[in-house]
């Protein structure tokens, strides 16, 4: 089995210290699961978001974009399901008063030899109590029976007490893009088959087992639905499939991290669903999702807005509501799986190691540093600085020895350092320094701009 340096612990510690990503409300002592993206980490997760826009809305041939609110009328959940059936089976340790979902505890206990999404409360309170399960807080054994929990957060909205309406902070961004189907299709004039992607916050009430920003209570989600003719959509769920573990490749991710896994419960709308697992520090794990859920969406919102949502065949005039098949990835999951699988100690001459975050050049937050090799050569490396920035995100440091500098960029995945050094004063030249190989070339302003233009693109 291959040896990764990565562990979550390191990566924690990583992205504190480069501001990537800070513990949220940390001077107040922190609020469990919840993170804030720092000046690095905002630019890595916006790149991403922008890598994933461009694959599946920009080049892609039909689909469209929308940004849909958050806050949405009730109704909508209630048709979608998640007032009646969005819930986690919950059981409280009655020595400490610690909350736990019976699905986690049982899947900790058997080391993920039992699934247990395949079995019903009974089941698993028959499993935790026949396998003795520990509170793992305390190492108790008194557990309440199982009961379950709405994972929406609620609000409400109003002026005055009496006008007040429960409300929800949206737990998925798909319900979106689902009552806007008509909207976009009218207003692009996109024929069957067509998609419609968002990209935006969505929030749950969950109870999680801490792994960084592997599941929070508040995240983004990048959701693309294919809206689709019954009896064309086993051929597209195949082909998003595909499209999704590509996407994954290109980043960067190699093969043998990646998983597919079929679901062995199926919702009782869906066709088929699966998984694409990634090979995180604490194991595989969900990295996305791709669903066939036929035309439930569609036709629910049909049933309880009262209004049509039958798409009309331009050509032979035929009826139907379309069937959708769902790709849906969490930023922040995915940032987690970059910064996972970027992240490298390499060993150097002399016994030192370097840190380094091999990200594809298009994802790290700085396209190149900008550096001076001395502080009296800092006006060619500014006016170099001045001209890039109007293209690219870069960065600059003029502070301690270059090596040091070099090795700051390394550990947030800066791809280039370009040194102003005494040949620049000479010919304009700069030394441009690959973060991957260390090796490098000399290049002028406007060779440097094509340079970078070629190396970063996705
Ligand atoms: N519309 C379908 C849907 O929301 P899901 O499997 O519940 O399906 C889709 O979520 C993706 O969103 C997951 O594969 C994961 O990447 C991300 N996700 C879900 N819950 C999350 C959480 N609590 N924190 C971070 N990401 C989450």
New binding site residues.
């Given amino acids: 089995m291959e040896k990764r340096a990565v562990t979550m612990e390191k990566l924690v510690a990583l992205c504190k210290a480069r501001g990537i990503i800070f513990p949220g409300s940390e001077i107040y002592g922190g609020m469990g699961n919840t993170w804030d993206y720092g000046p690095v980490g905002v630019e890595i997760k916006n790149n991403i978001k922008r890598a994933w826009w461009k694959r599946f809305v920009q080049e892609s041939d039909n689909s469209f974009g929308v940004d849909a609110a958050i806050l949405m009328n009730s109704r909508v959940w209630e048709a979608s399901g998640h007032t009646t059936s969005f819930s986690d089976p919950k059981m409280d340790c009655k020595q400490c008063k610690t909350r736990h979902r019976a699905d986690n505890l049982i899947e900790a206990h058997s080391k993920g030899a039992v699934n247990p999404d395949v079995m019903s409360n009974e089941d698993m309170e028959a499993y935790i109590r026949e396998h003795k399960v520990h509170c793992p807080n305390c190492g108790g054994f008194d557990w309440t029976p199982i009961r379950t929990f709405n994972l929406m957060f609620e609000t409400s909205r109003g002026v005055t007490d009496e006008s007040q309406n429960k409300i929800y902070l949206r737990p998925?961004t798909?319900q979106g893009e689902f009552v806007n189907f008509l909207n976009v299709q009218r207003t692009t004039r996109a024929k069957v088959p067509f998609g419609i992607a968002q990209i935006g916050k969505?929030f749950?009430n969950?109870i999680?087992p801490g792994n960084f920003?592997?599941?929070?209570?508040e995240?983004e989600?990048m959701?693309h639905q294919w809206f689709c003719k019954d009896g064309t959509d086993a051929e597209f769920y195949a082909q998003f499939k595909e499209k999704a573990f590509t996407f994954l490749v290109d980043l960067g991710f190699k093969k043998e991290h990646l998983r597919f896994h079929d679901h062995d419960k199926l919702a009782h709308y869906a066709k088929a669903a699966c998984?694409i697992q990634y090979l995180y520090p604490m194991g595989w794990q969900?990295?996305?999702?791709i669903?066939n859920r036929t035309d439930y969406d569609l036709s629910r919102h049909q049933e309880y807005s009262g209004k049509t949502m039958t798409y009309i065949d331009p050509v032979n005039g035929e009826r139907f509501i379309p069937y959708v098949i769902?790709y849906?990835?969490?930023a922040?999951?995915?940032m987690l799986a970059v910064l996972s699988e970027a992240y490298d100690e390499e060993p150097l001459e002399g016994g030192d190691v370097r840190n380094v975050l091999r990200f594809h050049p298009a994802i790290a937050a700085y396209k190149a540093a900008v550096l001076p090799l001395q502080k009296n050569l800092s006006p060619q490396a500014k006016e170099l600085l001045a001209t890039l920035k109007k293209y690219f995100s870069v960065t600059y440091d003029e502070a301690g020895s270059i090596g040091k500098r070099y090795r700051r960029q390394d550990e947030i995945g800066t791809p280039f350092c370009i040194t102003a050094d005494f040949d620049t004063v000479e010919n304009g030249t700069f030394t441009v320094r690959d973060r991957d190989t260390m090796s490098q070339i000399r290049l002028d302003a406007n060779g440097i701009i094509a340079f970078l233009t070629e190396k970063t693109a996705f």
């Fill in positions: 998925e798909a969505a749950r969950e999680t920003i592997f599941r929070t209570i995240f989600q959701e998984d969900e990295l996305n999702g669903h769902e849906s990835i969490g922040d999951r995915l």
